[in-house]
């Protein structure tokens, strides 16, 4: 069955744009008008991705964000007009999977939103992860440093057997890492293992990746064991002391 997406523009003209460009692909849509209705909608029918407007009636998209998260790890696509670098971290800081700004291209949307429904998948069990290695005998595919667990083929993350949900952005950061443990990487080698989030990306957005994996994968996010700074030059992984 196609995703079903759930359009949350508080523009009438821009949301059908959006709900025509995707039904055009052959996804399932929805739309919000504003925050209230957004809440009814997910928790009527729970979207595989929702398209999210930043600037909104009763809520601001931040907001909306946040709450989704709270409830789970329903992939985000921020869309505004707002397209300054703060904007763009605010958007990323509260789990957003994609940010992009007006004016856009339908197919450039379309795009997106292909990448990350591809991108983003459910993390599995630590029997999972095992059963599946065993099987296809690529245990080698699976990148562990001391308790941490990352599976790039299933985008899955495990810490100390416990699952860490990730956006795509974070995975990829932290996959870049597992994959060579204490090398030290500069937040421009890391910003290329990512996506990008549109034009006005910064190495800054890294930092940000950086704290939110840290409150997932550390048992202290102010003082690190695992996923090291190293001053004036970048981030390392190594196994938790």
């Known amino acids: 069955m196609s995703a079903y997406i759930l359009i949350v523009e508080d523009d009438p003209k821009q949301a059908e744009l959006i709900r025509v460009s995707l039904q055009s692909e052959g996804y399932r849509t929805a739309i919000a008008h504003d925050a209230p209705s957004a809440f009814r909608s997910v928790e009527d029918c729970p979207p595989d991705l929702v398209v999210l407007d930043l600037m909104l009636p009763g809520a601001d998209g931040l907001t909306i964000c946040r709450w989704l998260r709270r409830r789970g790890e329903t992939p985000v696509l921020m869309v505004t007009a707002r ?9 990323l800081d509260v789990g957003a999977d994609d940010y992009m700004t007006k004016p856009y291209s339908p197919r450039e949307l379309v795009a997106r939103i292909r990448t990350v429904l591809r991108r983003s998948r459910p993390a599995a069990t ?25 599976d790039p083929a299933r985008h899955s993350v495990l810490c ?19 994959a060579a443990p204490g090398r030290v990487f500069t937040r421009a080698q ?16 890294v930092d940000v990746h950086v704290l939110n994996l840290r409150k997932k994968i550390e048992a202290n996010p102010a003082r690190p064991t695992r996923l090291l700074t190293v001053y004036g030059v970048g981030y390392k992984l190594v196994g938790a002391r």
């Open 83 to 91: 397209s300054t670098e703060d904007d763009v971290l605010a958007g």
């Open 126 to 150: 630590t029997a999972a992860i095992a059963t599946a290695a065993n099987a296809t005998g690529a245990k080698e595919a699976v990148l562990q440093v001391g308790g941490l667990l990352v």
């Open 160 to 178: 100390d057997g416990r699952p860490v949900a990730c956006t795509p952005d974070e995975f990829a950061v932290l996959a870049a890492l597992a």
């Open 190 to 205: 890391l910003l290329r293992h990512t996506r990008g989030f549109d034009r006005a990306s910064t190495e800054r957005a």
